[in-house]
Each structure stands twice: as structure tokens, then as C-alpha cells.
């Protein structure tokens, strides 16, 4: 079999989907033509600038438009703005003849067969032989489409279903056709995991094929049950969100965000090509569903869905709710269920299941009812859609973002009691679970030597769920290889004389447990490991430093107490920088102020590409305390050159931390100087981070890593550069743009970074610095507005502006 790689793909439509997926290619190095059709009349404005049909920036005025949009999205669809210039635009008539260069053709036209045959009819006169073709259709049988095209389009063609918006969603559905080569599939079933960041599965032609057919009818027994139980949305928005480790915006939020109508086009779709199904009534409109469609009352597009924002009497925006037996909006009403009350301390979202089935008021009844048809429906879809449980689950965590699939949560519940419930409930299990219980099979899934298996139906027995290789499942081998816990820490022995430094804390906020922890992780691996590195499968990284105790110290005046904290916390990143065992930071999504800190004191950072990372601290009215303040000043100090304009380095990074600026990507924190060029990398499959991680740990190690050397070489700027920053923070004050405590947080701030008002430039070493960044950091927190700061942090969620 021919080696084949992807240097260059053809997106075939520019829509939102379209434009999404040429962006993710973008993303992650790939060369992109993005085409599409060209419009049939001119604009006014075109008329006026006396533009003609015949002109290129009409002929491209679709994806142009198109491509510029996505781009103005948020959140965006592009790692790094810049990215964008790997993408070519142009259209199907000037420019379909390039499609003969490109290593794949991705169409993502309307969804209508009649269309995607015209446009498969234009492409095979110009596709390459062997190119691969496939279509992004959310719903038309695979089958349909390659009638009457060549055997080579037909061996190379297939399914790729990319769910919305590309760059976030992790489901890649890959679909055969008729005669779809296996090498295809086996090629882009690892692509779509390796290099796209993608949870690949194969799914069969059937219709909605996996993630659309168990998520819509999720959604639409909901839409019944809603009724049923006479529920609010907020009652079941507050059902189904975080609690079972779901999306904050839960199910009616989603849907208005998602669209009703594209809900409601999958759900018809359903309804009228799954005859047989044994809920096939389920998929039929419920009325309140049905008058919405009628009132285009479809979500965030139409203004008005299950939400809608409304400006009160005083200019106010408000968010009403629907009442689904009024179809009228009214104020919000709370949602409070004495069940959820009872699983409020379990963190542990999986444990929290057969607490919620078990309740004695609506919310216990609403889960009984959930759940029995959940999985009752799941069990008939085996052998239908899938012949694998666990590509069902998969599909779920990754489409829809649910933290655990279907066949998990029944595990969690345990198979009898899911049985009891399904039978409780007049539903019935297919048969494969009642041959399955009868064998004293007790489990869907089962974990041996740090890999998962999953009960194989047609084997009649546990099978190693394939690709793990590749990965390192904390899950899977916390109890058995952890060699220290606290409250705060697990250390994990992840092989090969490498530790894994895993957060436990609530929110993964570092408190003196997890230092503690991080301290006491390094000194097991420089006795008796050859490296360590920091990860973990929390929501975020690290949401930094506990806030909760710096509030306390400092209501409390313990200033002696806090002192000894903070001194605490920045000998502890020195610990990180200066051990004699390579450290690795494996940050991912949140990674604020202490998480920042610690990444910033790592020898290396394998970053997850979805890593949004920055020094928060002004928001809460401090500077950097941990060594931020100092590593910032340091790495300015690294890159002045001869010939530089000093100040400019320092300022940049000044406004880095003074701006709490956080990257929407990883790509992005290499323009703020906090992940470095030609050291840190970062992976786009967060599966593969800790692995991947933990190969430079044992690399760093082979080749010989030495303890690093304390530095006593960083250049400051004493007055040059305090006077500079004094004037910017009085310009800043005087235009309005910074408050009064915003100046004096920024003025102790420039105080450190200059390392204070010396006379000349002046070489330090860092605990000079560390010393400075821990007294600014000490006096702010005497300061009424921090104290006022923290406190509405702790309470809301957010900063305070004062």
C-alpha cells in the first residue's frame, strides 16, 4: 500500500461548515482551496463601482464573504489569525481544475442529493485518480451519492461527517460506501485522530449514522417527557447540564444556540427514514415545537427561541423564558430539586448517577425516565448503527459533549438496576443485554492493565477498545499505579521512570495541598524517577492560585501568615525550574495565574492546542505572585539583542500581564511570550498530550538533562524603564481607559519589572526579583479595592472593576 499524506485538501463549499473545516485544516498546517459557486447578480455597491459579472472579486464574492465571516466568529475558528494565509479561495467555475493537485476533496454543498450529484459530476472531471473524495452530509445515505460514478471515485469516496463548529467538536464520523476501500477508511480513521485532533469512528450508512441519531433523540424524548412531567425549561436546563457532566447551556440553551431548524431537519429526516425504529413516534414534532417553527422562533438567529433577550424599563438587557403551555416569554424562574442538593459533594461526576436515580421528587423521577429510555434505545441500536458499544459512547463525549456515553452511565448505575429501570418505565432491552446479564456479565466495560475493554456482542466477550496504545489513561490507572496522594495531588508512576503530577483540587486552584504535592512529586523523582510531568483530565488545567485563602489571610491581616504562602508558592515554582530531573507542564483549556506560573517554571510545555493561557491576576487587584512577575522579566531580559530598543521587549510583556491577556489557542501565547519558539510545542489531540509529554520527559532524560544553573544574569532597566511605564499608566488614567486602583496594581507592577528605581541598567539574579514581585504583591493585598476584587471573584465568578 502506497504511502499517503495530505499536504494539500479542496473544500468544496463555503458556508459555515465549509469555511470551518478549511480553517481547521488551516489549523493545523494544511494547505486549503476553498471553493464555491459564483453569485448570479451584482450588489449594489458592485453596480456602483462599476463592477461586471466577469470580474474576479464578484466571481469570488461568495467565498470571500463566506471565509471572512467565519473568520470574524467567535469563538474562532483559526488557532492564529495568521493561519488564515493557508487558505486559497476561488470558485467552482475559474477554479475547479486545481482540484487535480489537491490530496483530498471535501464537499460540503447543501443538503441535497440532486446538488451533491452535480457538484461529484463537475470534480470527476478534473479529480486526480486515487484522490480521496468524501462528503461532510450529516444525513444522506452514502450509498446514494456515488450511483454512476467511476469505480475509482467509488473506492476513494466515503462519509466524513465534521460536527460544528469544527475547531471545538471532536466527532469525526466516518461513513463507507458500497465500495469504499478499507485502506481508505484505515487511512482516515487514524488522520482524523492523529492529525486533525479528531475522535475518529466508523460508523455504518445508516441514517443520522451515530452521533445524530442517539443526540436527536435525546433531545426529542426530552421534548416529550417535558410535556409529560409539565417541566420548565429552566427545570430541565438545570436537569441536564454540569450535574451529569453535560454542557453549561444544558439542552434548551444548546438547541438556541445549535438552531431549532437544524434540529427539526434531522429529526424529520429521522422520523421519515427509520420506519422501524421502535420509538419511530418519538421523532414526530411535538405541537409547542411544531408553533415555533411556524413563529421562526429558532434561537440566536431569529432572536427568539427558548430565550429571548429583552431590554427592561431601565435600558437593561434581561433574558426571558419560554412557557412551553402559554408559548408566551416570562421572567426566569429558579429551578431547585432536593436531589441535586444531595449530590452538590460529589465531584466526581460518574458517582453521582445512582444518587439521581434514586431521588424522591421530580428530578428523581426525571432521571428514571431519562435514563430507562435512553438506554433501552441505545441497546436496539447494536447491531443497527454500530456493531461496538463503545463507538457510541465515543460519538456522545465527542459530538455532543457529554462527559460520559450512554453504556458508561449504565455502568455507573450498574446493569441491574439500569435493567429495573428500563422495565419500570414499559420499556424493552434487546436481547443481547438479557444473554449478556444471564452469562453474568455484570459490566459494558472493564479495565485490565491500564487499558479498557468493552463487552463485544458478537464475541460474547471483553476486547481491548483499539488505538489505546497511543494514549495514557489517568483514569485507568490511578488506583493501581499512584505512588502519593493528598487532598490536592495524585502521583501517578506513568512508566519508563517517568511521574505524572495530577491536580485533584476543586477547580484545580493550587492551595498549599497541591504545593505540597508538586513538592513532594519532585522529590520522589529526583530519588527515584528520571522525570516528571504535570497533567491532568481536569475541565482546565488550573484555574491558579486559591484565592479563597489569600481573601482570608488578608481580611484577617495575617500578613506574616500570607508572606510565608506566597514565599511558599514561588520557592515551589523554583523547585519546578531548578530540580535535577527534567519537569514537563501538559496544560489544556484554563490555565490562569498560578497554572500560568507553574507552566512558565517547566523546562518544557507540551500544550494542548485548546489552551487559553495568561497572568489574570490584576483582575483579582494583585500582580503575579508566584514568579510570574519575574519569569516575564526575565525572558524580556533574554531577548534583548544589540541594537534593540529595550523597553519596547520589557513593555510588551508588561502589557501581557497588565492587560491579564489570555490566548484563545496555544498558538496564540507564543505572541505573549508565554509558551516559547524552538522549545515548547504543542498537540492537537488531547488523548495523545500526557503520552506525547512524557516521550520528551524520557528524551530530555536519555540525553542527559543537568540541573539547570540559577540565574544571576537578567538585565533590568531601573529608572529608563520606571519612568516610561509611570507616564503610560498617568496617560492610561488620564483617557479614562484604567481606574485609579488599576494604576496603582499596574505602577507596583512596573516596579518590579524595572527592579525598582536603580540609577542604571543593572544585572540581577531572580530572587532579587522574586523579592520585589512578593512585597508588591504583600501591599496590594492591604489595599481595600484587592480585598473588594477578591471577594467578588470568590462570589461571582468574574472580575470587579473599581
Request: aromatic share 8%; charged share 25%; proline share 3%.
Amino acid at each position: 500500500m502506497k504511502k499517503r499524506t495530505i499536504k494539500k485538501v479542496a473544500v468544496i463549499g463555503s458556508g459555515i461548515m465549509g469555511s470551518g473545516i478549511a480553517c481547521h485544516f488551516a489549523n493545523i498546517g494544511v494547505e486549503v482551496l476553498l471553493l464555491d459557486i459564483i453569485p448570479n447578480q451584482l450588489t449594489e455597491k458592485e453596480e456602483a463601482n462599476g463592477l461586471t459579472l466577469t470580474d474576479k472579486q464578484v466571481r469570488n464574492r461568495i467565498v470571500n464573504t463566506s471565509l471572512q465571516d467565519t473568520l470574524k466568529s467567535k469563538p474562532s475558528p483559526i488557532y492564529h489569525q495568521k493561519f488564515a494565509n493557508r487558505i486559497t479561495t476561488g470558485n467552482l467555475e475559474d477554479d475547479i481544475h486545481k482540484v487535480k493537485d489537491v490530496d483530498w476533496i471535501i464537499e460540503v454543498v447543501v443538503e441535497r442529493l440532486d446538488i451533491k450529484k452535480q457538484v461529484f459530476d463537475n470534480l470527476e472531471k478534473h479529480r486526480t485518480p486515487g484522490t480521496l473524495i468524501t462528503s461532510n452530509t450529516s444525513g444522506i445515505p452514502i450509498k446514494f451519492m456515488t450511483e454512476g460514478r467511476s469505480e475509482d471515485f467509488q473506492q476513494h469516496f466515503c462519509g466524513t461527517h465534521f460536527f460544528n463548529p469544527p475547531r471545538y467538536l471532536k466527532l469525526f464520523e466516518i461513513i463507507p460506501g458500497p465500495k469504499t476501500k478499507q485502506e481508505v477508511l484505515d487511512f482516515l480513521n487514524n488522520y482524523g485522530e492523529k492529525f486533525l485532533g479528531k475522535t475518529a469512528v466508523i460508523a455504518k450508512d445508516t441514517p443520522a449514522f451515530i452521533g445524530n441519531r442517539i443526540g436527536i433523540f435525546s433531545i426529542m424524548s426530552l421534548f416529550h417527557t417535558v410535556k409529560e412531567m409539565d417541566l420548565t425549561i429552566e427545570e430541565v436546563d438545570k436537569l441536564t447540564g454540569p450535574v451529569i457532566g453535560r454542557q453549561k447551556s444544558a439542552t434548551f440553551r444548546t438547541v438556541d444556540v445549535v438552531g431549532l431548524d437544524t434540529l427539526v431537519h434531522v429529526a424529520n429526516g429521522l422520523y421519515e427514514n427509520v420506519p422501524n425504529d421502535e420509538q419511530h413516534e418519538l421523532f414526530k414534532l411535538p405541537d409547542f415545537i411544531q408553533t415555533m417553527m411556524d413563529n421562526k422562533w429558532l434561537g440566536s438567529k431569529t432572536g427568539q427561541g427558548f430565550y429571548k433577550k429583552v431590554k427592561n424599563t431601565d435600558g437593561q438587557s434581561e433574558i426571558k423564558s419560554l412557557d412551553l403551555n402559554t408559548l408566551a416569554y416570562r421572567d426566569r424562574k429558579s429551578a431547585n430539586f432536593a436531589t441535586l442538593e444531595l449530590t452538590k459533594s460529589i465531584d466526581d461526576v460518574v458517582k453521582r448517577f445512582p444518587v439521581l436515580i434514586k431521588g424522591k421528587d421530580k428530578a428523581g423521577e426525571f432521571y428514571r425516565k431519562n435514563f430507562a429510555a435512553l438506554f433501552a434505545y441505545v441497546s436496539h441500536r447494536i447491531p443497527e448503527i454500530s456493531n461496538d458499544l463503545y463507538k457510541i459512547d465515543d460519538a456522545m463525549q465527542a459530538g455532543f459533549g457529554w462527559e460520559h456515553g450512554p453504556f458508561q452511565i449504565w455502568d455507573a448505575i450498574g446493569l441491574q438496576e439500569g435493567l429495573k429501570l428500563i422495565e419500570e418505565q414499559g420499556y424493552k432491552v434487546a436481547d443481547w443485554v438479557t444473554e449478556m446479564q444471564n452469562n453474568n456479565v455484570k459490566h459494558f466495560y472493564t479495565i485490565k492493565e491500564g487499558n479498557t475493554y468493552y463487552y463485544n456482542i458478537s464475541e460474547k466477550k471483553y476486547i481491548k477498545i483499539p488505538g489505546q496504545d497511543a494514549f495514557i489513561i489517568l483514569d485507568n490507572i490511578r488506583e493501581t499505579n499512584t505512588v502519593f496522594k493528598n487532598t490536592g495531588v495524585a502521583v501517578q508512576d506513568i512508566g519508563d521512570g517517568i511521574l505524572n503530577l495530577e491536580f485533584r483540587s476543586k477547580m484545580n486552584s493550587i492551595g498549599s495541598d497541591v504545593l505540597v504535592g508538586i513538592n513532594k512529586a519532585i522529590d520522589i523523582a529526583e530519588k527515584n524517577y528520571q522525570g516528571l510531568v504535570v497533567s491532568n483530565n481536569g475541565k482546565n488545567f488550573s484555574v491558579g492560585a486559591n484565592i479563597g485563602m489569600i481573601f482570608m489571610l488578608a481580611a484577617e491581616q495575617e500578613y506574616d501568615e500570607l508572606n510565608i504562602a506566597v514565599k511558599y508558592f514561588q520557592d515551589t515554582m523554583m523547585r519546578m525550574r531548578y530540580s535535577s530531573i527534567p519537569t514537563i507542564a501538559a496544560p489544556h483549556n484554563m490555565t490562569l495565574g498560578g497554572g500560568c506560573e507553574l507552566s512558565l517554571h517547566a523546562d518544557k510545555v507540551v500544550a494542548h492546542a485548546e489552551t487559553y493561557i495568561g497572568l489574570v491576576e490584576f483582575g483579582v487587584g494583585v500582580i503575579p505572585g508566584g514568579g510570574g512577575s519575574k519569569e516575564m522579566t526575565l525572558r524580556a531580559s533574554d531577548s534583548f539583542h544589540a541594537g534593540d530598543v529595550e523597553i519596547n521587549k520589557l513593555r510588551d510583556n508588561f502589557l501581557s500581564i497588565g492587560m491579564a491577556k489570555v490566548s484563545t489557542s496555544a498558538y496564540e501565547a507564543y505572541d505573549t511570550g508565554i509558551l516559547q519558539k524552538g522549545k515548547d510545542i504543542v498537540v492537537v489531540n488531547k488523548n495523545r498530550q500526557l503520552a506525547i509529554a512524557k516521550k520528551h520527559a524520557l528524551l530530555m532524560a536519555e540525553n542527559g538533562y543537568t540541573q539547570p544553573v540559577k540565574r544571576s544574569d537578567i538585565k533590568v532597566l531601573g529608572k529608563q524603564a520606571l519612568g516610561a511605564f509611570y507616564v503610560g499608566t498617568d496617560q492610561m488614567f488620564a483617557g479614562k481607559y484604567i481606574s485609579e486602583h488599576d494604576k496603582k496594581i499596574a505602577n507596583k507592577l512596573a516596579y518590579v519589572m524595572a527592579g525598582g528605581d536603580l540609577s542604571e541598567n543593572t544585572y540581577v539574579n531572580e530572587q532579587y526579583l522574586l523579592d520585589l514581585e512578593r512585597e508588591a504583591f504583600l501591599s496590594l493585598t492591604t489595599e481595600r479595592k484587592t480585598l473588594e476584587r477578591l471577594q467578588h471573584m470568590l462570589k461571582k465568578g468574574k472580575p470587579l472593576r473599581n
